[in-house]
């Protein structure tokens, strides 16, 4: 009788082991697939909106049509912007914050595009690149991943100022002397801001375009979880089986 119930006893702490084994490594795959899936939501946020900061900095065209207040052209402008998929919306407004032009996917002009330019801004220096989050109504939000999970309205919106060395709102000039005296001033000259464009990025969008990485790493964290615990099952047993005869 004393036999049987060491036995028992043994066999009890093996199945307690054996749980506590594949506790851990569920536990552990969880937080891997956690932290690897907040990581490469991160990056990818962060390089969407580092490309299209760059891409509008470097659109000398653009700056020229906002400093003629040409909208139609402002707006053709935006409209190359949108070969980024996660890209929802982007607006064009002057220094003072007044609306040239607005655009959204499809090349459909939509004065109401980006949120309010001088609420978005509030007192940040002109030539600040400023980005928030916003839910649906306008309101602050997160922008992470729980955020791009739970709330698909949300967007992130990036206030970038418009910079030229020509002011072309001082000079009696036509748009191409305006280019040529652009090529003349060189980096060294001061700049002046001719306005900004507001552009909304969806947090949803941004996560579907990871996901399919997301699986394959939730998938390999499955994979572990039940290999381990197929290894400690047999271990177990091994432990055990002796006992049991």
Same mark, same amino acid.
């Given at each position: 009788?004393?036999?049987?119930?060491?036995?028992?006893?043994?066999?009890?702490?093996?199945?307690?082991?054996?749980?506590?084994?594949? &506790?851990?490594?569920?536990?552990?795959? %969880?937080?891997?697939? =956690?932290?690897?899936?907040?990581?490469?939501?991160?990056?990818?946020?962060?390089?969407?909106?580092?490309?299209?900061? %760059?891409?509008?900095?470097?659109?000398?065209?653009?700056?020229?049509?906002?400093?003629?207040?040409?909208?139609?052209?402002? !707006?053709?402008?935006?409209?190359?912007?949108?070969?980024?998929?996660?890209?929802?919306?982007? &607006?064009?407004?002057?220094?003072?914050?007044?609306?040239? =032009?607005?655009?959204?996917?499809?090349?459909?002009?939509?004065?109401?595009?980006? !949120?309010?330019?001088?609420?978005?801004?509030?007192?940040?220096? &002109?030539?600040?690149?400023?980005?928030?989050?916003?839910?649906?109504?306008?309101?602050?939000?997160?922008?992470?991943? !729980?955020?791009?999970?739970?709330?698909?309205?949300?967007?992130?919106?990036?206030?970038?100022?418009?910079?030229?060395?020509?002011?072309?709102?001082?000079?009696?000039?036509?748009?191409?002397?305006?280019?040529?005296?652009? %090529?003349?001033?060189?980096?060294?000259?001061?700049?002046?801001?001719?306005?900004?464009?507001?552009?909304?990025?969806?947090?949803?969008?941004?996560? %579907?375009?990871?996901?399919?990485?997301?699986?394959?790493?939730?998938?390999?964290?499955?994979?572990?979880?039940?290999?381990?615990?197929?290894?400690?099952?047999?271990?177990?047993?091994?432990?055990?089986?002796?006992? !049991?005869?």
């Amino acid at each position: 009788k004393r036999r049987d119930e060491r036995v028992r006893e043994e066999m009890t702490i093996a199945g307690r082991f054996n749980v506590l084994v594949i &506790a851990v490594v569920v536990a552990m795959g %969880l937080f891997v697939s =956690a932290f690897i899936s907040v990581r490469e939501y991160n990056q990818e946020r962060d390089r969407v909106l580092s490309q299209l900061q %760059l891409r509008v900095a470097g659109n000398q065209a653009l700056a020229m049509y906002m400093g003629f207040r040409n909208a139609e052209g402002v !707006a053709l402008e935006l409209a190359d912007l949108f070969y980024e998929p996660s890209l929802v919306a982007a &607006a064009a407004y002057d220094a003072q914050g007044g609306l040239i =032009a607005g655009r959204i996917p499809g090349g459909v002009d939509d004065p109401e595009a980006a !949120a309010d330019n001088q609420a978005l801004r509030g007192t940040s220096p &002109a030539t600040r690149v400023v980005v928030q989050s916003l839910d649906g109504s306008g309101q602050p939000a997160g922008s992470g991943f !729980a955020a791009a999970v739970l709330a698909p309205g949300n967007r992130v919106v990036q206030s970038l100022p418009v910079v030229s060395p020509i002011n072309p709102a001082y000079g009696d000039f036509t748009p191409g002397e305006y280019l040529a005296r652009v %090529l003349e001033s060189g980096s060294g000259s001061s700049q002046h801001v001719l306005g900004y464009v507001d552009l909304s990025v969806s947090p949803r969008s941004l996560l %579907l375009m990871v996901l399919p990485w997301l699986v394959g790493i939730a998938m390999g964290c499955v994979g572990f979880a039940a290999l381990s615990v197929v290894v400690s099952t047999a271990i177990t047993r091994r432990i055990t089986s002796p006992l !049991a005869r």
